[in-house]
């Protein structure tokens, strides 16, 4: 079975500053997606980044990076230089090869980023 | 204009009542889902949806069932409403190109059962 987890559950940093959320996962399957989600205090969820198991190279969009360690089962998101619009609830996500398209979430990190 | 909408974005019902909730998408995305959140669980998989007439469970697919006539739109209900179903509840697409696909999430239905 497939298993997602993140640990924080939230963390306060300040403007401009860069943070680092967690995500540890499980699952048996050789392939397999990562994602990480933002849920804004609207509730609105949208897509921000994702990386393909297979790839060595970390992925990288604008401000937001990876940082993937495979042999540890983990994948944690980056982001550099915050803005208080960062502030919000992210959630790390895998799919496995083998789930028919079925996407697990993590437990969610909520983040505050305060002037 | 790639969107996802549900309707209705808020809703009371009685224990007992039946609920319909509904999802449009206007990607022609073949793969639909409805997940419920609540806090400190994350989302969770309700139901997932391949294409026309082609659904799956979940990993809660206790007391909901969905129908999916149509590939742009896809209903979720509750036969014989349960308190413990108040919940907000997303629904989302994604385009058939992987597994690396993402998915594209509607606005949500808070769902208050009373």
């Known amino acids: 079975a497939q298993k997602v987890t993140q640990t924080q559950t939230s963390i306060s940093v300040m403007e401009k500053t860069t943070v680092t959320m967690d995500c540890v996962y499980e699952?048996?399957?050789?392939?397999?997606?990562l994602f990480w989600y933002k849920q804004t205090a609207s509730g609105e969820i949208v897509f921000l980044i994702r990386?393909?198991?297979?790839?060595?190279e970390n992925a990288t969009e604008g401000h937001y990076s990876l940082n993937f360690q495979k042999p540890k089962s983990s994948i944690g998101l980056i982001i550099t230089a915050t803005q208080i619009e960062d502030s919000a609830v992210y959630f790390c996500?895998?799919?496995?090869?083998?789930?028919?398209?079925?996407?697990?979430f993590g437990q969610g990190t909520s983040l505050s980023v305060v002037p | 204009d790639m969107k996802v909408t549900q309707m209705p974005r808020y809703l009371i019902k009685r224990m007992g009542e039946n609920v319909l909730l509904e999802c449009g998408q206007d990607m022609s995305h073949e793969t639909m889902y409805w997940y419920r959140q609540d806090p400190g669980l994350g989302l969770q998989l309700i139901y997932i949806s391949y294409d026309v007439d082609s659904n799956s469970e979940g990993d809660i697919p206790k007391g909901y069932r969905v129908s999916r006539k149509k590939r742009e739109h896809f209903s979720l209900i509750l036969d014989s409403a349960k308190t413990n179903q108040t919940s907000v509840y997303f629904c989302?697409?994604?385009?058939?190109w992987g597994e690396g696909a993402e998915q594209f999430f509607g606005p949500g239905t808070r769902l208050t059962v009373l």
């Open positions: 989302a697409s994604s385009p058939d």
């Open positions: 996500a895998m799919r496995a090869s083998s789930s028919f398209s079925k996407l697990v």
């Open positions: 990386q393909d198991s297979y790839k060595k």
């Open positions: 699952t048996r399957d050789s392939s397999y997606f």
